[in-house]
């Protein structure tokens, strides 16, 4: 269940945030071109939107088996010694995050005690400052999950995604299979 809510909650912020982002830009251009001037809050706002899309989209990464170091590492061992490197992985991994976490929550109490406000939107900077520990805070539990899941010797990265990307190397396979029958008959002497 917590999967679920999770996995809905990355998925939503990840296109909602893209979409934002893409939208928000293209307006900004837009406007220094028709208009001759921009929006002078859009850098401070897309600035704030990119950590927070690169935060929780490297947990999502994360969830999926994506993130580098689980499919290189993780794909390359057998045994004991895979075992091994799921724990080393995951520990590296937690660290990073676990300081990501700790120095964006401090960051942001700094900022709410001080009552600092952005320069263009004039907002609480706090509020923006939050999409990093927000986003390490997702990766601590993504990592804690997927490890518990391998360490057990299950597939760690199961899901809606998981299923899409099997069933894509499935029609890959197909595809190949008949381009491969097309080109070499069964029974046709190959010259």
């Known amino acids: 269940m917590l999967d679920l809510i999770l996995r809905r909650l990355e998925n939503t912020i990840i296109a909602l945030t893209f ?3 893409t939208l928000l830009a293209f307006a900004n251009v837009v406007a ?5 001037a921009s ?13 927070l899309l690169t935060m929780v989209g490297a947990a999502a990464a994360t969830r999926l088996g994506t993130h580098p170091s689980f499919s290189l590492l993780r794909d390359s061992t057998k045994g ?32 709410l005690q001080s009552g600092r406000l952005t ?6 900077q706090w509020i923006l400052t939050m999409g990093l ?3 390490a805070l997702l990766g601590v539990i993504r990592t804690f999950q997927v490890g518990i899941i391998e360490l057990r010797g299950g597939e760690g990265f199961q899901g809606e995604e998981a299923e899409a990307l099997a069933a894509a190397a499935a029609i890959e396979a197909e595809a ?16």
Not at 39 to 51: D, Y
Not at 176 to 191: F, Q, V
């Open 39 to 51: 929006f002078s809050f859009t850098t401070e706002l897309l600035v704030n939107l990119a950590v």
């Open 32 to 36: 220094r071109y028709v208009f001759h």
């Open 119 to 124: 320069p263009a939107l004039q907002i609480p």
């Open 133 to 135: 520990p927000f986003g």
């Open 80 to 111: 004991v010694l895979h075992k091994l490197t799921i724990v080393v992985v995951c520990a590296a991994m937690l660290v990073f995050y676990g300081v990501l976490l700790w120095l964006g929550w401090d960051t942001a109490m700094n900022q």
């Open 19 to 21: 979409l934002f982002i």
């Open 176 to 191: 190949h299979a008949r381009d491969t029958d097309t080109l070499h008959p069964k029974g046709a002497t190959r010259s």
